[in-house]
Every structure is written in C-alpha cells, then in structure tokens.
C-alpha cells in the first residue's frame, strides 16, 4: 500500500517533470533550454545538490543556475562537497541561496571569507567529505541534483570516465528519494564503455557546449621540491615508514610528500625497504608516484578522483589501478574516503598552521577553505577492530589504557617550521579561533587535525612522537623542540628538549639514522616533469601549464 | 646587513675529523654558505661569525647556533656564516651538513 507521504513525494515529482513539458525530447534538453528547465523543476525550499567536486564541475548547468534569479529561484538549500566556480558564488550574491552545507572552498577561499563578513553565507555546517556524503542519506537528501558526466548513451545511461567521484553518491539518494537528477555531459554517443549510472536513474540530460572543468589538482613539479623537503623526506622514511612498516597509506598533495614518492626508488631502495613498506595506497594517481610503480613498489592504488593527463599510464598500469574492462579508471571519493578511514595505517600531510597543542588549520582571517577529506583520513577511528602491525605497534606506544582501543593510526604532520615569507607555521593559537568565523560555523573552530589524533610531527628540526608523550605539557615541549626558530620555538627549554630526546620522543635526523650531507636533489628519482614521462615511457601526458619543452 | 659574533660552550670535536675544514651551501640569492673550520679556541666552544644580508633576525640565528653547539660535539671550530636570505629552515641544515662533512669527509 503506497502511504500518503509517498505518494505526495512522487506525485511533487511527476508534477515538476509534467513542468518541463515540450522543453525536453524524451530526457534530452537543449543547452539554451536549461535555464527555464532549471527554473521548473527547482521548488523554494528546495535541498539542491550542484556537482561540484574536488576535480570535476557541472559547470555549465552552475553556469546556467546563475544567470536565474531571486525572483526565478529563492530559498535554495544548496548541498555540495566543493565550492569552486565564480558561479556558485554568484548564487550567493544574488541572495538565492537560504542554507550551504558544503565540505571544502579552496579555489573560493577568499570570496567566502568575504561572503561571511558580509553575512551573505549562511552555512549550516563545514564537513568532512564522509559526512555530508552520509547527510545525503539522512536529512541532506537532494530534491533536485545537477551532475556531470563524461558521456550519456541514447538511452540515458551515463559514462563518468576517470573522475567518478563523488556522482554515485549524489545520484543515489536523489534517484531513490524521487528526487530529479539532471545531467550535463561532454558527449552523448551511441555506446559508452561502461555503465556507471544506469539511465533510469537519470530524469534529464544535456549535451553541454563545453566540456566540464576538471581541476588538475595533485600534479607537483619535482623542480620544486627542496633540499629541505628532501631531508625531511629521509628523515619520515627511516623514522616512520621504516620503523612502523607502513603498509597501507594516504599521502597529501604537497611537495613533502612527493619527496618521499621520489625517494623510494632510491633511498629507499638502499635502505633495502622495497617490498616491506608502502605497497597498498589510498591517494588520486599522483604523477610523482610513476617511479615507484615503475620500479615495482607499488601493489594497488583506490583513488578518490582522476588526475589530468594520467588517463592512459593508469589503463596501461591496470594490475595497479582500479580500472573498468574498458581499462578506464574508476575511482570513487566516498569509498576512497572510507578506505582512508579504516583500511589505511598511515595518513601523512601538511598543514598551513599548527599550533602549541597539535591542532592545525589551513584557515586564516580572509579565507575560509574548509575540510575536504583530510579529517576523514586524519583521525583516530575508534570503530576500528582489524589489526596491522603498524597500528599495534603506535598503539602500544601510546600506551592506552582499559577502555581505549588497542592501536592507533599513524597520523603524521609534514611541515616546514615557516611558509614562505617567513611566516611562522607554529602559532601559540590558530587564526581559526578568529571570533566572525567561529560564530558563522555555530561555534566551531574550523580544525583540520585534531592535536589528540597526531602521532608525528615531522619538521626539518626531526621527529616529534606526541603519541609517545603521557602529559599535555610534555606534548608541547615535544612541539616547541621541532618548531625550529619560530616565536613557539624559541620558548622551548634546552633540559626539556634534551630529556625529550633521551626518550625518544623527540628526534635529530642524526637520531633516525640520517645523514644530512645526502640531503640532495640528486637523490630524487627524477628532478622534473620531463623525468616523469620519462619514466611513464611516454605514458603520461602532463597538463600545459607543466610542460616548458 | 648585518654583521656578529659569539661563541657557545660545546663538547670537543672528536680528536680526528675527515677534514681540517668543510663547506657546505652557497653565497647566493635565498641560500647561505656555512664554514666549519678546526683550530678554533677554546676546545669547548664554537665560535661563530655571522654576515647576513637580512637585518632583524638575531635573535633567531644565536639560537639555532646555541641549539647546534648543544646537540653536537663541536667544540674547537670556527663558523663562518655568510647568508644571502637563506630561508630559515635552510640554516640548521647547512651547518649539519658541514658538520657532517667535516667529521665523516665528503662522500
């Protein structure tokens, strides 16, 4: 028996696609037909999830919202993971948008910032990728979703290509909840290689005049990696990688961490770690990582998206990467996600600021970035139950106590004591406790690791083990030791330091068994982008902006 | 510009190094060349020279000298320091790669 909610439900739907009329052929809409189709099948009121992913956007359909206006479209609830396009924030200026709940504003960082001094930005909340994946399923669930996909058939079943991310998540509950989902793709072909969301979950497609924008995010020039940067790339290996045979592990997107992808055929491969550490990975195709494929480090990849140009180094490398019959990569951020929470022993990053207590944010007073996925990596699960021999081993380091879990993720800081301009990177306090902003989030001071969830921190002063210290202020002289010759770390005291050290809780690069003088840019695998190709034999095509040959 | 000296108390050198002195990094743009020289006096202290294009960070460059004569046997050498507006996180990492030199050769 169809109850009465239900069929209010479906019949709200059939009504909006009974709207849409002759503007549509069957699904298929014209581009210069979408602003009025948008206008509609959109209601006041309604939860609207606009694609916009880490990478890819639906930016013509967000292109084509924005050309609406007030009296068009109003009291939207806008739900999406990125806020990436001057065309998201033309729906906030244009004051159509009564609720964001939203994850990450890298690329808009600033103009948010600006958007809540203006108190034109009313934010539910900040999330982590899981969970407004998860609100999705709960009390965020899409009236109306706007996606992007590589390719539809004739039928209407949608190929996504290499960057999958995060449409499964946001098609599903729409489609299951009689919501509307409208689609722009690249193309629309008699054959797609493989089905990734089957047409009748699919209300509405057009064939947009341009293809979507995909950011090419996780691309890093090895020419900028640093001596500095590779000196604390050998100290993490031998202190952390080597130590706790890491297995399984997320890396950041910064140049820190490509170091160490570029160690590992050499450095590594002298300290004879080859088949030991990092064979599982959780982390989008990075181009630094070819070397270590190539020299058979690695075992498997799950990505969260695609990278610009390793489209056909990640089908010839099938056996390492997840990838369709077709040999195109699949990737998934939800699952990524998830797989970053619980499967991984080691999560490694950057941050812009940390401060005496561990926290760190990539907030400042003029931009607001948000969360991302770095958190859902980043943290202690306390649902975990399986055991690695990494995990055991943090986690006996640790010390936990009855009622505590038994391991402990290694959750690793990467930074260099200052930014560039001499911009310290310890802070007593964060700029993230700035008053106007925690009042926009309801309270919340936007942190992007919690200090109780690090294990390490490493500068290029050495390693910091805070999971090892046993008192909040020996966490914090363990801080201020590494923190270099920044105002947090001159305040350190010598005697601290030297006990610290005697422990083992503090350590040189001397300590770990590093020699400072091989801290070179000629250990690096390759030294350019050209060396990459080089060594993807031509496989991969690196974006434009990378290329000076 | 600015320009200074002090010695730190540190343990001796070990009786024999690799080499009588070691070099490491360059006098240019956003680096720094650190010399480490045998010979200096007393054998429980590290005396150090600095030259620095970038005034104002004093306080900074004694206390990493103070932190390195501390960590490392280094009593008896001289330091020359000329510094172009080296990042400083690049500072420490000069003077261990001197030391390094100094104590294990070049190699």
Known sequence: ?????????????????????????????????????????????????????????ADFLANQLATLGKKDLRDIHLVMSCITLPAHIELFR???????????????????????????????????????????????????ALVAAAQADRKGNLYLAANTEDTPAVVEPTAFSDGIVFAQVNEIVDRIPHIDIPADQVDFIVQAPYPMHLQALFTRDPAAITEVQVLMAMVALRGIYEKYEVQSLNHGVGFNTAAIELLLPTYGERLGLKGKICKHWVVNPLPTMIPAIETGWVESVFAFGGEVGMERYTAARSDVFFTGRDGGFHSNRPMG????????????????????NGNSSTVSKNRITGYGGAPN??????????????????????????????????????????????????????????????????????????????????????????AACRSVAERQAAIRAVAGYTPVGLKRKKRETEDLRARGIVQLPEDVGVRPSEASRSLLATQDIKGLVRWSNGLYDPPSQFVDW | MEKFAKAFPSKPLPSKTAKPWALAGVVGSGNLEVLLERGGKPSNAMECHVETSIPGYKAAWLAALSDFAHHYAAGGTKVTINDQGAPPVLVTLRLRQAYDHLIKGDK
Request: with cysteine; glycine share 10%; charged share 25%.
């Open chain 1, 1 to 57: 028996m169809i109850t009465a909610k239900t069929a209010k439900r479906r019949e709200n739907k059939t009504e909006r696609i009974a709207r849409v009329g002759k503007l549509a052929r069957g699904k298929f809409v014209a581009p210069e037909k979408v602003p009025e189709v948008l206008r509609r099948i959109v209601e006041p009121g309604d939860i609207l999830c606009l694609e916009g992913d880490n990478q890819k956007q």
């Open chain 1, 377 to 466: 990596m980043g943290c202690q699960p306390t649902g975990r139950r399986h055991p690695s021999k990494s995990w055991l081993k943090a986690g006996a380091e640790a010390n936990p106590g009855p009622g505590t879990s038994p391991g402990r993720k290694l959750v690793v800081q990467m930074v260099e004591t200052f930014q560039a301009g001499r911009v310290p990177t310890f802070v007593e306090e964060l700029d993230a406790h700035e008053p106007s902003i925690r009042k926009a989030l309801h309270g919340v001071t936007p942190v992007m690791i919690y200090g109780d969830d690090v294990t390490h921190i490493v500068t290029e002063e050495g390693i910091a083990n805070l």
């Open chain 1, 337 to 356: 996600q998830l797989a970053g929470l619980y499967g991984i022993d080691m999560f490694i990053g950057a941050s812009l600021q940390i401060d005496i």
């Open chain 1, 94 to 144: 244009k004051g159509m948008i009564k609720q964001v709940d939203f994850c990450y504003a890298g690329p808009q960082g600033t103009a948010v910032a600006d958007l809540v001094k203006a108190k034109k930005f009313p934010v539910g909340a900040i999330h982590t990728y899981n969970e407004l994946f998860a609100r999705f399923y709960v009390d965020l669930t899409p009236r109306v």
